[in-house]
């Protein structure tokens, strides 16, 4: 596949405009299962390879492992070719801990992360995710995992007091400096996107998990406002943290019995289409028109190649159809033409 059969989609009202199908490496921080460095890189060249121009990265993904791996990989192509969006809100302290980290994440380098949303804590960790990455440009910049269902409420309302405060002005310094083209939210809730749009101007939203085959709760209230607003979304997640590709995890753990039946009925609909479910996922959340990308996040360089095929397998009609008939997608939902 060379890059010219991807499109190109445009990141709000910015000039920046993003492959439709980009590079996730959560995965590749080697957090969860141990990924080597060349096992990373071989990730991040394969996407080259196959077209991608959109990577994005966080400090938090394998405690600065991702963007260490992601500019020592990237480095070699032409900056100007390519889109990358890095994250704020964790910096990352030094520790002399060995082991995994308190929640169980393996930690391939030797830091902890710190929850800090102001303004000083922003403009440090843009300084060092330059030097974890090598390179000398950011295109996207997210502020990381903030909302209730990262923090609890009690403890993201002082977050957010921050970030409304203090934080803000960081990104919006950023953003008209020149430092960054775009300023946005990575999470893992719609909630808060819709909370942040009272006192932000937001270029794209970073949103995991709840645009997806699986769930569509975004149609209600949170994409009438992106559009309305000229606000991008590029969907994390977009098999649900893997159930929606033969595993049993949702939500980066064990999924419940509901969501498990609710993806066995959907799996029905795609057997009876003659379509791996992997592909309808991959290719339903770009029928929206406020969505740019999805980044789905591969575990190795050879899962990504393998899954490249189900990014344009043709999908009939008749298929969306019947998971509407079924209760099992929105009514109002866009799908594939």
């Not at 959109?54 to 100007?80: C, H, I, L, S, W």
């Not at 002005?169 to 909630?191: D, F, I, P, Q």
């Not at 909370?195 to 709760?217: K, S």
């Not at 575990?299 to 209760?327: C, H, Q, V, Y």
Request: aromatic residues 8%; neutral net charge; contains cysteine.
């Amino acid at each position: 596949m060379s890059p010219s059969n991807w499109q190109k989609r445009k990141v709000g009202r910015t000039g920046l405009e993003v492959t439709t199908v980009g590079l996730g490496t959560a995965t590749m921080g080697g957090s969860r299962v141990p990924v080597t460095r060349a096992e990373g890189e071989a990730m991040v060249a394969a996407a080259w390879k196959a077209g991608l121009r959109y990577v994005d990265t966080a400090p938090f993904y394998g405690v600065g492992a991702a963007e260490r791996r992601v500019g020592d990989a990237m480095r070699e192509y032409p900056r100007d070719e390519w889109v990358l969006s890095t994250k704020v809100g964790r910096l990352l302290r030094p520790t002399s801990r060995t082991g995994p980290s308190p929640d169980g994440r393996l930690s391939p380098l030797p830091f902890d992360p710190i929850y800090d949303y102001s303004y000083d804590a922003i403009m440090r960790s843009v300084e060092d995710s330059y030097q974890r990455l090598g390179l000398a440009r950011i295109d996207i910049l997210y502020v990381h995992d903030i909302g209730v269902y990262q923090h609890g409420a009690e403890v993201n309302a002082a977050h957010m007091k921050v970030l409304r405060d203090s934080g803000y002005k960081a990104m919006e310094e950023l953003r008209r400096t020149g430092v960054v083209s775009a300023v946005g939210l990575g999470v893992n809730e719609k909630e808060v996107l819709i909370d942040v749009m009272d006192f932000g101007d937001w270029d794209v939203f970073l949103l995991a998990g709840r645009y997806t085959l699986l769930e569509q709760g975004p149609l209600d209230d949170l994409l009438p406002m992106c559009l309305a607003r000229g606000t991008s979304i590029v969907v994390g997640g977009p098999l649900n943290s893997g159930i929606l590709a033969g595993r049993d995890t949702w939500n980066y753990a064990t999924a419940p019995a509901e969501v498990g039946d609710r993806v066995r009925r959907i799996q029905a609909v795609c057997d009876a289409h003659k379509v791996p479910l992997p592909a309808a996922a991959l290719q339903f959340p770009l029928a929206h028109p406020a969505v740019c990308a999805i980044i789905p996040g591969p575990r190795t360089a050879a899962e990504f190649e393998e899954n490249l095929p189900l990014f344009t397998m043709p999908i009939p009609a008749g298929l969306w159809s019947d998971l509407k008939t079924a209760g099992l997608l929105h009514p109002g939902a866009p799908t594939p033409a």
